[in-house]
């Protein structure tokens, strides 16, 4: 059991370390500076993703809405510059404050009306994937793109806008620097302050939490509304990446963040949703996802490396639970 115990905290770090020392063995260009940066760029987007997941989980839920709000947020950040010739502020707090919008209905439906969260969050991902669509009648949002009247849209993406997803400080790059960022704050939150603590208790046990009084609703609000936030935030990075509002550019970032929150539990034998382990479960997605990549292995094999990844993670988190219980 011992040996359990090892792989359930430090398992996961292990393959990470494997992993990285297979694909150098295979490839000389894997772990160099360059590449381990790009995986870290790459990555940086999933784990804001993943945060907002991990926020949902650690309240006892589940946010599926994810992909589509990303994709609502990036559509809306680009059209507000190509479309609208709006200022940075704007870009930014726009889509920020439209994303917290659909993760307060995603509480609502939840705490509120009652209806269980996969379902609920489920209809989200569809209503709000219908409403950036009809925003934006299909099409991607890009400079000079042409317009329904027969013009062209008037305006550009802002380079301080594009500074954000592809600069650099230090020759280290910008979405790095902000995921990192986000990961501290997010731990210091979670296990430094009360909110913090208090959501891993409604969590944890919301009937005795209720009796304890903690405003149960109000955290699992809270929870849902900081899950809308982080995706707000992930959709803006994302459009400031490639330069254009892709319809469903948050799609694919659904099943990376779930395996990457679930990846997490086992992390340093968390055994609970937390941000640092939601961190690492990503950077082994990416490794991962960046090596099939430079081995030339063909697309549709990384979908059957990450569910593989999330089964084996899910089986030995719910393996040491049981344990516990036992």
């Known amino acids: 059991m011992k040996v359990m115990d090892w792989i359930y905290k430090y398992g996961t770090l292990a393959v990470i370390g494997l992993v990285i020392v297979f694909f150098s063995v295979l490839n000389p260009y894997f772990f160099t500076y360059g590449n ?10 999933v784990t804001l993703v993943a945060i907002g997941v991990t ?3 650690i309240v006892n839920g589940f946010d599926l809405s994810v992909g589509s709000i990303v994709s609502f947020a990036t559509v809306v950040s680009s059209s507000m510059m190509i479309w609208y010739e709006q200022g940075l502020l704007v870009t930014l707090m726009v889509p920020i404050l439209l994303s917290v919008l659909i993760g307060w209905i995603n ?3 939840i705490v509120k009306i009652r209806i269980p969260d996969l379902l609920a969050t489920l209809a989200t991902l569809y209503i709000v994937k219908g409403i950036h669509l009809t925003y934006t009648k299909g099409y991607s949002i890009y400079a000079n793109m042409p317009m329904t009247d027969g013009s062209t849209a008037p305006g550009k993406f802002n380079e301080s806008f594009l500074w954000l997803g592809q600069g650099q400080m230090a020759s280290i790059p910008v979405p790095v620097l902000l995921m990192l960022l986000a990961v501290i704050v997010v731990h210091v939150y ?8 208090l959501l891993y208790i409604t969590g944890g046990n919301a009937e005795a939490a209720r009796l304890s009084g903690v405003p149960v609703e109000r955290y699992r609000t809270l929870a849902y509304l900081l899950s809308g936030l982080f995706c707000g935030l992930a959709g803006i990075l994302l459009a400031a990446r ?13 099943m990376d963040a779930v395996a990457a ?11 609970k949703p937390n941000v640092i382990g939601t961190f690492f479960g990503a950077v082994l997605i990416g490794v991962l996802l960046n090596g099939m990549t430079m081995l ?3 697309y549709y094999a990384h979908d059957i490396v990450k ?3 999330l089964v084996l993670a899910l089986a030995v988190t719910y393996y040491q639970l049981r344990r516990r219980k036992a």
Do not use: E, K, M, W
């Open 242 to 254: 490639i330069g254009t509002g892709q319809v469903d550019g948050g799609a694919p970032l659904l």
């Open 55 to 57: 926020f949902s989980l």
């Open 261 to 271: 929150a679930f990846v997490g539990y086992s992390v340093f034998g968390a055994g």
């Open 307 to 309: 569910g593989t990844v």
């Open 190 to 197: 979670l296990n430094y302050t009360r909110q913090g603590r």
């Open 107 to 109: 509480s609502l439906l």
């Open 36 to 45: 381990l940066a790009d995986i870290l760029r790459s990555i940086s987007i």
């Open 296 to 298: 030339n292995l063909p």
